[in-house]
Structures are given as structure tokens and as C-alpha cells.
């Protein structure tokens, strides 16, 4: 059973910074096999975001463009944990932020337009001063 944990949101001034992580037990991030990892949000009365993904399939990444230049996805694949470093961050990044994964084949794009089929619980990064 696939179990993903996100840790690390909070308040925060605009400007400042934040790193996301998320933990996951019953999925590994092993490169003989495809799979796909991502960074999702939701802010009130808004639909959910894809934020930023890797797929491995095809080794590609992406970014939303609300948040290219400020933030960075990346892996720790022995520790089965990636993260979301968030840099000058702006009031409309306010939302709760979701982890996200996937064992199939697609691009990163793909993945962060459509979804993934695991999901953490969230965690809430409020910006505000």
C-alpha cells in the first residue's frame, strides 16, 4: 500500500522561503522501473494546480509557469523522499500543497496536467505578511 507524507508548510512572508518534502513508504523511486513524482496545489475556490513533476520514463520535469525561476523539484531516491524548494514567494502561492505519485508511463507535462494516482493529505503554506 502506497502511503505519501508531505511536511514542511507553514506560514510565511511574501518574499521568503519554503522547502516541501514528502515521504513515501509502499512506492520506491528505482530507476529500473517508470514512475512519476509531482507537486500539486489547491488554493480556495480555485482547481488544483499541478505545480511541478518528474516522470522518469522520459526523464523530463516540468513546471508550472506561475512558479518557474522560484521553484525546484527535486529527489533523494535512496531516501524514497522528494521535495519542493519554494523561493520568493508571492501571496497567490497561498494553497495546500499535495504530493503526488505514479508507476506508469507518461511525460512530466502529462502527469502534472492529469494527475497521478497516489496522493498525500496535504500540507498548507499560507503567504502572508
Known amino acids: 500500500q502506497v502511503h505519501l507524507v508531505e511536511s514542511g508548510g507553514g506560514l510565511v512572508q511574501p518574499g521568503g522561503s519554503l522547502r516541501l518534502s514528502c515521504a513515501a513508504s509502499g512506492f520506491t523511486l528505482d530507476y529500473r522501473v517508470h514512475y512519476a513524482i509531482g507537486w500539486f496545489r489547491q488554493a480556495p475556490g480555485k482547481e488544483r494546480e499541478g505545480v511541478s513533476c518528474i516522470s522518469s520514463s522520459d526523464d523530463s520535469t516540468y513546471y508550472a509557469d506561475s512558479v518557474k525561476g522560484r521553484f525546484t523539484i527535486s529527489r533523494d531516491n535512496a531516501k524514497n523522499t522528494w521535495y519542493l524548494q519554494m523561493n520568493s514567494l508571492k501571496g497567490e502561492d497561498t494553497a495546500v500543497y499535495y504530493c503526488?505519485?505514479?508507476?506508469?508511463?507518461?511525460?512530466?507535462?502529462?502527469?502534472?496536467?492529469?494527475?497521478?494516482?497516489?496522493w498525500g493529505k496535504g500540507t498548507l503554506v499560507t503567504v502572508s505578511s
Open positions: 503526488a505519485a505514479d508507476q506508469s508511463q507518461g511525460s512530466a507535462r502529462h502527469y502534472c496536467r492529469y494527475g497521478m494516482d497516489y
